[in-house]
């Protein structure tokens, strides 16, 4: 039984698998049933690139939005603004997932139209990691962007000690030829808030640098990460990047930003009025695609090949990492830890639906 | 005579006066009366706002550049890929300042038409500071972002000790109403080699965080700074920042990035392929620009009035700082210290030209 128990706690989960399921439940949560797959294909799709904060492990924090009200399961998304090249989306309080799907590919339409297409979202929701949006124009020869305001305020403004700014993330999405894509997918703090409690739970101390306290002096108790706030990178400029990226995806779309955020996790039955934006910008228009995919090829090369700093084995390219999470989770299943599995009963017990398998 | 030594060292300039002797030295270098123009104003431009070490002080090395056949004093700029919404503009060579100017309109135009701009350009130079660019786009009710490739490699990837990325800068402005706009100019480095070098004049030490030797350890000295990188913000953030801003302004407009980058200072005869990349975006696409101008002021004011660290004076917001520049050196002049001054003067005299005066 022992010996079960761990391979249990070891299991992978084809993605197939794990989509059908998340499908299941947001079918049972009252989605109807080709949103509910749009959205298990991409929440699946982020853990099969390592996303383990932004995948599944969500699931049960959407279905108690959505049944405390704070996400509407038949939304009437609408494009509210239109203009040859760039649009606006209103969301209607859905599922960020569905929103944003639907304006990647209004961007990609655009872009493939005039050169570049920018649009961005309003009434929207969490819709999990940057880079399952910023990679969708990559299919079409486009180079994609993408702008998000976060969930949360976790971060004062340089020299401030009120926490009006979020971790806003960006990504920024590059085709290759035959090496994997380019994708920088960040959000301007020193560490991510999922790390910060990571640290908590095994009880280790954050190294100076993460967070600081109320009074401006480093904060590495993760215990009292309440006590505190997130660093940004570089000082005012991460400062800056965050106040930007929730301009551009946030304020011109008449979503949430500053004051107007709210506490997802804590407000579950509100609407976070939460605003994104992406852009997708057709190689071509510069020069032919498979020209510049052949360049990206060289200059990543060159990277990976150039000299390296002592004790260091290799020099990753950003989003390569995220590439081989996806060559080993798609040929070998995405890892389901015991105590992710155990609140994925938990939901299909709740919902009465055929648990994961 | 002491004194007068001293009074001459504070003189102030008007930016006029100062843009008019930038535009004798430069139709005395062969530019056409408009283009030197252009560029004079521009330069001047960059001093008003502060930008010190990217206006009228960069002169004596352009001049150095035209003279050794490293600028093309009568390029014709002209658009080699036109879509709708996006466009490739080959510089043929010339100054950075006229390329970027030309892109910067046609950015706005296609915004104006379509919703949003982006214009790319190769075969140009350096071109001064971002901001110049990023925020033409304001006086149309516009959002304007810019991405430049460094004019000289000084930062290895992360992990690396080959420098095969520059300090390539990005700016993104926003307008306000009552407010200056918000104007965030910043290269992906915690320091920037202008300071680095102020440091070794001054004879101080540079603070740990600023660069690393070839061994990855702290360097603190500026003297050695030939021996080391700058380090990037976020550690691997910053460097695939410097990357992708690299990707949209140099390697997708055929412009030089990585290994291709030369060093502009020492390689004065030779053409440098600066590659650039401007984009406007209409606000009105997504709302009325008078009610996103002030949505704006609302939350500038929010951030200013915040709760602030104990020992911080002020909270700043991006590009604040330089518009107070900007205020005071409209008012009273651009400040000429000595060594610019005499270095400005040398200049005269070697072009026969009347001196800044």
Chains 1, 2 share one sequence.
């Not at 551009?248 to 506490?263: K, Q, S, T």
């Amino acid at each position: 039984m022992a010996e079960s128990a761990i391979a249990q706690a070891q299991t992978r989960v084809p993605a197939a698998r794990l989509s059908a399921f998340i499908a299941r439940a947001l079918i049972a949560a009252g989605l109807p049933t080709e949103d509910a797959d749009i959205v298990a294909r991409l929440m699946a799709a982020a853990d099969l690139r390592g996303s383990d904060t932004h995948g599944v492990i969500r699931l049960p924090l959407y279905l108690r939005r959505i049944r405390a009200g704070g996400i509407n399961v038949n939304p009437n998304i609408r494009v509210v603004s239109d203009r040859p090249s760039a649009a606006l989306i209103d969301g209607d309080n859905g599922m960020g997932h569905l929103v944003m799907h639907r304006a990647a590919h209004l961007a990609i339409a655009k872009a493939q139209t005039t050169g570049i297409g920018w649009v961005g979202a309003r009434m929207s929701n969490h819709a999990g990691p940057a880079a399952l949006y910023a990679t969708l124009p990559l299919h079409h020869d486009m180079i994609g962007l993408y702008f998000a305001v976060g969930s949360n305020n976790h971060l004062p403004p340089w020299g401030g000690s009120e926490t009006l700014l979020g971790t806003n993330p960006m990504c920024v999405a590059v085709p290759a030829q035959q090496e994997p894509p380019i994708v920088l997918d960040m959000a301007p703090t020193v560490a991510a808030y999922g790390k910060v409690r990571l640290k908590a739970q095994r009880g280790e101390q954050m190294p100076v640098g993460w967070m600081i306290d109320r009074e401006g002096k480093p904060l590495t108790d993760p215990k009292r990460a309440d006590e505190g706030y997130l660093l940004p990178i570089g000082d005012y400029k991460g400062s800056g990047l965050s106040l930007i990226i929730g301009i551009l995806a946030g304020a011109l779309n008449r979503a949430a930003l500053g004051r107007a955020v709210i506490d997802f996790v804590k407000d579950a039955g509100k609407s976070t009025n939460t605003g994104h934006a992406i852009a997708a910008i057709a190689i071509d228009t510069f020069m032919p695609a498979a020209e510049f995919k052949r360049a990206i090829d060289g200059l990543i090369r060159d990277i990976r090949g150039s000299r390296r700093l002592p004790g260091v084995e290799r020099i990753w390219l950003p989003g390569e990492q995220s590439h081989a999470n996806f060559l080993d989770r798609n040929a070998q299943g995405i890892p389901v830890p015991k105590a992710l599995r155990d609140s994925l009963d938990a939901v299909a017990r709740d919902l009465n639906v055929a648990p994961l398998g």
